[in-house]
């Protein structure tokens, strides 16, 4: 059974700052990527970043140069950095692991919100 711990959500003003992580436990497989996808209310969910295990990234079009992914190899770790962070940006973040195996899990999911 794949175990998700996520944390570092919550209500931030605009221009502030939050840091999610997600730990991922339970499978016997290896993990090739990690990420974070987010879904706001009436959209489909969409990748905001992604890293693998050799460290390559992307990053979508709307958060490049304000969040930076991370990754704890040693730890099944992920980490986004957000700053700069705008009520665009309000939605639940998901995170994702892709096995080697290319089967996905996804975490519970922490919610964000950007106002004043």
């Known amino acids: 059974q794949v175990q998700f711990v996520e944390s570092g959500g919550g209500l931030v003003q605009p221009g502030g700052s939050l840091r999610l992580s997600c730990a991922a436990s339970g499978s016997i497989f290896s993990i090739y990527a990690m990420g974070w996808y987010r879904q706001a209310p009436g959209n489909q969910r969409e990748l905001v970043a992604d890293?693998?295990?050799?460290?390559?990234?992307n990053y979508a079009d709307s958060v490049k140069g304000r969040f930076t992914i991370s990754r704890d190899n040693a730890k099944n770790t992920v980490y986004l950095q957000m700053n700069s962070l705008k009520p665009d940006d309000t939605a639940v973040y998901y995170c994702?692991?892709?096995?080697?195996?290319?089967?996905?899990?996804w975490g519970q999911g922490t919610q964000v919100t950007v106002s004043s």
């Open positions: 994702h692991v892709l096995w080697t195996t290319g089967i996905g899990s």
């Open positions: 890293i693998t295990s050799g460290g390559s990234i």
